[in-house]
């Protein structure tokens, strides 16, 4: 594929940290028989932190747990998040809606010693995907399903295609997330279906938290998790059917998925996340403009919920063909 006239350039070459590779994109792996119990006990640096660059987002998902504003942090400060999470394999830089930053490239150049993921809407899909071809591992977007659901949920479904559309068409590797509520349920198989179309790397669904705009949600909204575990089965089937290729997974949450993700806020403050019984799911760990992640991990308490969930033990999954 070209564009402009100019061949796509390759996406960025796998990782390694130790035992573990980041293959294909968008998944770790263990490799060489490697045990996860002693992996975890060796560990001194998590495998994913993720990053809020901003708050701000152009959208207004019904399930977000983002309400609280802040400032965003300075390159300068981003800097210093940078230098302090040495030892961590990849970094999600997200929001809010990370896109959002006229200065987003020189963030994405700041962080090249790491795997970078980017969670976005896609919005500005078309003003950024030439700035990032070549320097993210893959983007993640958000795309609940097809256009009456997506519109219901999110926002602009026509807005966000054409920016899926701008980042494939540079080369830039696709991952697709949503939130699974009751009432988008019908929608999956056409999910699957566009990714396929866009040929994401995968398509990760997960549930939605009690937080935010969440609050708000009726009831009736959040399926169990034996609901959501039957609906991926039903995906799956139909995945096997129709021979769609992007690996699928499923996030619940569960005692085992509980705090497995490590979340910087613009401020700094960085956190187990979500943890159950915390008011705003945030367990918090210190702060990453004034210690090193080293220093942070010792402190957090979901390291065996972190390996497993990123090494696919503690979620359900179909895997890509050929991976």
């Not at 129709?242 to 569960?254: K, M, N, S």
Request: hydrophobic residues 40%; charged residues 20%.
């Amino acid at each position: 594929m070209t564009v402009l006239g100019m061949p796509a350039l390759p996406p960025r070459r796998p990782a390694a940290q130790g035992p573990i590779a980041f293959t294909g994109g968008h998944h770790f792996a263990l490799q060489n028989g490697a045990e996860l119990d002693s992996l975890v006990e060796a560990a001194t640096a998590p495998l994913s932190v993720i990053v809020q660059v901003t708050k701000r987002c152009d959208f207004n998902c019904s399930f977000c747990s983002e309400t609280l504003q802040m400032p965003d942090p300075t390159l300068e400060q981003l800097d210093t998040f940078r230098g302090n999470l040495a030892g961590t394999a990849r970094v999600f830089l997200s929001g809010g809606e990370p896109l959002l930053r006229r200065d987003f490239p020189e963030i994405v150049d700041m962080y090249q010693e790491f795997v970078i993921g980017v969670p976005t809407n896609a919005t500005r899909g078309v003003e950024m995907a030439q700035h990032l071809a070549g320097k993210v591992a893959f983007v993640n977007v958000g795309f609940d399903g097809p256009r009456a659901i997506f519109s219901r949920i999110r926002g602009d479904y026509d807005k966000t295609v054409r920016g899926v559309k701008t980042l494939a068409s540079y080369g830039l590797p696709i991952s697709m997330s949503a939130v699974v509520m009751r009432s988008a349920l019908p929608g999956l198989p056409y999910l699957c279906q566009i990714a396929d179309v866009f040929d994401a790397g995968k398509l990760k669904l997960i549930l939605p938290l009690r937080k935010g705009n969440a609050l708000g949600m009726p009831e009736r909204e959040f399926i169990t998790v034996q609901e959501a575990g039957d609906a991926f089965d039903r995906l799956c089937e139909l995945r096997t059917v129709h021979d769609w290729r992007p690996a699928l997974r499923l996030t619940p949450w569960t005692a085992e998925t509980e705090g497995h993700m490590i979340v910087v806020e613009p401020n700094g403050t960085t956190s187990a996340w979500p943890v159950y019984d915390q008011p705003d799911l945030f367990l918090r760990l210190g702060n990453l403009l004034e210690e090193p992640i080293t220093e942070l991990w010792k402190r957090y308490p979901y390291k065996a919920n972190h390996f497993a969930k990123y090494l696919g033990r503690s979620i359900q999954t179909a895997s890509r063909p050929g991976a």
